[in-house]
């Protein structure tokens, strides 16, 4: 605990020290440029990406200005909630890096990024494969790549890139799986047994979104009884969780199970009373012709400041 408070302090009189400093461009020599170049992508790693754009926005105004620092300043530009200004910063020195480095697939991905943010899908099939086919390849733009294909249902490609692009990042980090838009895709694509393998690989990193997504493809399919055993896991891990009773009450009641329904209505609404779940009820009373307690919920949905 201590190393990491020192950690953030350290970062913290770092960053605030680059911001005093005046921008003296003009006197950086050679090996000052490499020390702050490096400096920048160890910012960037650590994800403090305002930090790494002032040092990169100096450095790019010197003569040793490389393709890597345009690149890198562009991605810096869109890493952080980026502003209408801010894409079309990045763009720009994406561009620029490229000018510099025709083979660089990291300033194609750069622009790449830039590009389907204008929602222009085919231009970033054609950037995003020069990023994965010049002499210096970023696979990150098979991600990319995968996006733009799905945006013009072209799902069996974007799958492909997708897996490709599973297998190199699931090395570092296996909780950064794209499975959960291979299943999306699938979906889409109407081969929902396939979905629900790909959400049910996601579980161990991402449980309750895995979770809801399996069930999301169980109901398609009307498979209610397998669908109420995988959000009862989600009540297992987490019995306050009102959402997870009120999902497994509306699943109970496509199978006509209104006092399976009723019960779980009552802890959905014992956790959190909102109109939802009250309205949700009475129709549940409504089918078991207990009209006076539907009579009350509506009533109390409509007190109800939920």
């Not at 950690?7 to 913290?12: E, H, I, P």
């Not at 403090?48 to 530009?77: G, M, N, Q």
């Not at 510099?100 to 970033?124: R, V």
């Amino acid at each position: 605990m201590k190393i990491e408070k020192f950690t953030v302090a350290a970062v913290t009189i770092l960053s605030i020290s680059i911001c005093r400093t005046p921008v003296k461009a003009e006197n950086i020599t050679p090996s000052d440029f490499i020390r702050e170049s490096h400096q920048a992508d160890q910012f960037i790693k650590e994800k403090h990406w305002d930090v790494a754009k002032r040092i990169l926005l100096k450095l790019v105004t010197t003569p040793y200005a490389r393709e890597h620092e345009y690149s890198e300043l562009s991605f810096c530009y869109i890493s952080a909630f980026p502003s209408k200004e801010d894409w079309t910063l990045a763009e720009r020195y994406a561009r620029k890096a490229i000018f510099l480095d025709s083979e660089s697939g990291h300033a194609y991905a750069a622009l790449a990024s830039t590009i389907i943010e204008k929602n222009d899908y085919p231009g970033c099939i054609q950037i995003a494969t020069k990023a994965v086919t010049c002499k210096h390849p970023d696979q990150f733009a098979l991600y990319l790549r995968a996006r733009a294909y799905t945006a013009v249902r072209k799902y069996k490609e974007a799958l492909i890139d997708l897996e490709k692009w599973d297998s190199i990042v699931t090395q570092v980090d296996k909780s950064q799986t794209t499975v959960e838009m291979q299943g999306q895709i699938l979906e889409k694509m109407g081969k929902i047994d396939e979905a629900v393998k790909r959400y049910k690989a996601e579980i161990p990193y991402h449980p309750e979104q895995a979770i809801q997504n399996v069930v999301r493809c169980l109901q398609k399919e009307k498979k209610y009884p397998e669908a109420i055993i995988e959000v009862s896991t989600l009540i297992e891990r987490n019995s306050d969780d009102s959402d997870a009773y009120n999902l497994r009450a509306s699943l109970k009641a496509q199978m006509k199970d209104w006092k399976g329904a009723i019960a779980d209505y009552d802890h959905a609404i014992n956790l959190s009373p909102t109109s939802t779940y009250y309205r949700n009820r009475a129709q549940a009373y409504e089918a078991l012709g207990q009209a006076n307690l539907a009579k009350q919920d509506l009533a109390n949905a409509e007190k109800s400041p939920f």
